[in-house]
């Protein structure tokens, strides 16, 4: 599922516009994006927590050369599952598409 296909599914339930539903969508995904920039972490009880992590320095190798190259330590955005979100997925797994 795309975002497009996500405001479609999301518009549909809540009987709300496409519009409106984009604008709303976007308004949360940006929030969660600062709130994550700022070192925040946003828990949505139920669906998962998103937070940030640190990636250490490390060595890596160009797989076309085999030269070994240092790769910089950086944060990273993590997102862990909450009990609802995994128990439907896990509930799903026995269904087809």
């Known amino acids: ?10 518009a549909s339930k809540a009987n709300a516009s496409k519009a409106a539903t984009a604008v709303l969508l976007s308004a949360t995904l940006e929030v969660i994006a600062e709130a994550l920039a700022k070192g925040d972490s946003v828990q949505l009880i139920g669906f998962g927590t998103f937070s940030v992590g640190e990636r250490a320095a490390r060595m890596g190798r160009n797989p076309q050369t085999g030269t070994e190259l240092k790769i910089a330590a950086k944060k990273v955005a993590r997102f862990k599952a909450g009990t609802v979100l995994s ?6 797994k026995g269904k087809k598409k």
């Open 1 to 10: 599922m795309n975002k497009s296909e996500l405001i479609d599914a999301v």
């Open 87 to 92: 128990a439907g997925v896990n509930k799903a």
